[in-house]
């Protein structure tokens, strides 16, 4: 299942650097299968990060196709590469522009780490612009395993037991 990206504004008061409370509205980027799950997530992530109320002001797919995250980098970066593909029913060329986010400190950094990333790739491409995201943190889908509780005790077989 290809992933889906979706991108949700949310709005809350902040303490900015002088100690004054002030509303800010800040986007977050997140997996999820659909609206609704975009939004019940987007909640849950965001009741442990923020303190007071909030309010999800706006959600919408994505055109990222992928994440970069990197264990060091302070700033998001969006980047758009385009490449040439061949239909090969219709034997004609296809343009395609590609979306991609990657964690990095600098624009350079984030060149580097795209590059890397794309390495992969046998198509030539065109990396046609870097430029730093206003995405504040990204939450990739994270699935959760649940395991059944048993009402009864496993019992233990005697060792002459064969399971006969």
């Known amino acids: ?31 999820a299968v659909s609206f609704t799950d975009a939004e019940a997530r987007i909640i849950a992530e965001l009741q442990t990060m923020v303190r007071g109320e909030f309010t999800v002001t706006d959600i919408k797919k994505s055109k990222i196709s992928e994440v970069f995250p990197f264990e060091v980098g302070e700033w998001w970066y969006r980047a758009t590469i385009n490449l040439v593909t061949i239909d090969e029913e219709a034997g004609k060329e296809k343009k395609l522009r590609v979306f ?26 065109v990396t046609t612009s870097i430029a730093v995201s206003d ?11 649940v395991v059944p509780k048993t009402t009864e005790p496993v019992e233990e077989k005697d060792e002459e037991d064969n399971g006969y």
């Open 1 to 31: 299942m290809m992933q889906v990206w979706f991108e949700c504004k949310v709005k809350y008061q902040k303490i900015d650097d002088n100690g004054r409370e002030r509303n800010v509205t800040e986007s977050y980027l997140l997996d």
């Open 100 to 125: 991609y986010l990657i964690q990095a400190d600098d624009i350079e950094q984030s060149l580097q780490r795209l590059e890397e990333s794309l390495s992969f790739l046998v198509v030539p491409y």
């Open 135 to 145: 995405i504040v943190d990204v939450f990739p889908y994270k699935p959760v395993v």
